[in-house]
């Protein structure tokens, strides 16, 4: 057991780090988040870091702003302590959607979340499958930016026959995910041409490429409302696709998307447990890979000094 490395956790998916302090053969390190009586957040770090190697684990997952708030406070308290090298561990980064400006007057938010996660003590970043890879170049810490790809692809390798299978992206900004997915799976690739009309509402046409007769994988980085899936599904169908598979890295699951994936007719959902999924959100469908074995094996990368690229490919 190594005693100079601590991985702690906040609330947003205490499962997944407890998992990670099992591979790494360490407890999980002690921490007291609670609230004043005025909802102000009281965070104590429940042993020494001096001098130690410390990872927090937490994604931004619902109530989203709490537990940024939560991370933010937690390295702060850390950096306080006197840790002497602190890596935010966030599995699940949702600001990685708010990465341009593409309409007048708002913020390009994933910005400003890499710049809190810096003022707030985090010397370097360790997170997977952002929505775009343009938001590693938004922080001015390392960043260590792994992906679940290879981990669902081996998943679909072992269950369907790549000859009879198409890889499909839900849009263009997809394709560079799903045609990795599809290179590694040595299985055609489809792009579909979507529409986002608002947060719960997107279009659908237009399949680049042929899945008549084929067994679809839908390829993408999360599952949000699940507004997406709906018209890609109906899309692919249309189109003459045999059946649907969903392979998607993490299973945000929010407002509709439990109604709206319950009513579609599709094989099985694969995601990660980068985000927790709740009892009440367990669809049968629902297949859970866990991911713990890969960020533990880069924790200790990271801790060791060992390259962690050969864990990008
Ligand atoms: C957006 O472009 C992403 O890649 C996902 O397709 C999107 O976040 C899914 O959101 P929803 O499930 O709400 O359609």
Known sequence: MDSDLIVFSGNSNEGLAREICDHLNIP??????????????????????????????????EPVSDHVLELMIVLDALRSASAR????????????????????????????????????????????????????????VPV???????????????????????????????????????????????????????????????VVGDVRGRDAIVIDDEISTGSTMGTTVETLYAAGARSIYIGVTHPVLCGPSIDNLRGLTIEQIVVTNTVSVPEEKQLNSLTVLSVAGLFAETIMRIHTGESVGALFT
């Open 85 to 140: 090298r602190i890596t935010a561990v966030i599995p699940y980064f949702s600001y990685s959607r708010s990465d341009k400006k593409d309409a007048p007057r708002i913020s390009i938010a994933a910005r400003l979340m890499a710049d809190l996660l810096k003022t707030a003590g985090a010397n370097r970043v360790l997170t997977m499958d952002l929505h775009a890879d343009s938001v590693h170049g938004f922080f001015s």
């Open 144 to 206: 260590d930016h792994l992906t679940a790809i290879p981990l669902l692809c081996d998943y679909f390798k072992q269950r369907l026959d790549p000859g009879r299978t198409v890889v499909v992206a839900t849009d263009a900004g997809g394709a560079k995910r799903a045609g990795r997915f599809a290179r590694l799976l040595e299985a055609p690739l489809a792009i579909i041409d979507k529409r986002r009309l608002g947060d719960t509402d997107v279009t659908q046409g237009l």
């Open 28 to 61: 999980l390190g002690k921490l007291e988040i609670s609230r004043f009586s005025n909802d102000n957040l009281f965070v104590q770090i429940g042993e020494s870091v001096r001098e130690k190697d410390v990872f927090v684990v937490q994604s931004f997952t």
